[in-house]
């Protein structure tokens, strides 16, 4: 159950020296590689001889897997640069024991075509082998093609990852509080607790009549959908989906018009709604030049 191997290709439109510098030097490559967070060179005794290195990445929890590796590059014809790659972790917790593949730089009329392809063996038998296919090695595909999005921002665009790692924070943050906040409007008081208020408001309008609680249910399992949105669309529709948020908010609150009762009870829709409305807009005012998996090609072609 062996799964395939990693690739990953971005178009970069950078000097071929810049590119190499930001990709082969330690201190500049732990900066945008999501993979690594720290990478040491080991000394080398003679300058024909592959550059070998130390690497580590924090796991969270205090925890952190470390390896070892070596690397060497060559000049092939038209230019073309490419890295080799070896490497190894001897941790016990390393899903990963041993690996191998090699970073590419292919000079075109549009810029440098940076690609990458490699692949490696796993611990913990079948186990190891289904965790590996199924969760670490798509994870592993994703970290590979934003981190190469996020070089790009910089040496494009001069934004430093620290940066693109702080923006795409109050990205996923804004993202998940909004989807919570939905969900959570959806299943608890209209679906776990139709009586808590949302009938009765319901009720008030007489031409339902007798279908408020399908009604309820309804607008329970709509809000649930629209809140599972922010966690499924990202990239460039992002934008459409936080101005679409919006409008339903307005919307949703000047519907409570109806009963001006809501607007002075507890967390009611002026408070609640502005506070969702002002997430969609810092989210929207932070999209610009993030960093997405989704400008790679993850097949070779």
Known sequence: MKGK??????????PMETLWTYTQTPELHQQWDLRFSEITYIPKSHEEQPQRFLYKTNIGFGLSIAGEGETAGTR?????LTSSLKFSSANPISLISEGAGFWRYVPTDDGIRFLTRYDYKTRF???????????????????TAWSFDCLRLWLEQGIPPHVSIRRSMIALISSFS????????????????PDSGEL???????????????????????????????????????????KTNIAVLILLGLSAAAHPAS???????????????????VSLLNASELPSAGRCLRKKP
């Open 5 to 14: 191997p990693v690739y990953v290709e971005i178009l970069m439109k950078a």
């Open 76 to 80: 092939e014809k038209d230019g073309v």
């Open 125 to 143: 038998g079948a186990f190891g082998s289904w965790i590996d296919r199924f969760l670490f090695r798509p994870l592993m595909g994703w970290a």
């Open 178 to 193: 909004l989807f919570f906040i939905w969900l959570y409007q959806g299943l608890v008081p209209k679906l776990f607790v």
């Open 200 to 242: 009765e408001i319901l009720r008030g309008a007489a031409i339902l009549n007798g279908y408020e609680r399908p009604l309820l249910t309804l607008m329970g399992l709509c809000e649930v959908g629209f809140g599972l949105l922010f966690l499924m669309i990202w990239g460039k529709h992002r934008k459409v989906l936080h």
């Open 263 to 281: 607007y002075v009870a507890p967390f009611n829709p002026i408070t609640l709604n502005v506070a969702m409305i002002v997430l969609s807009v």
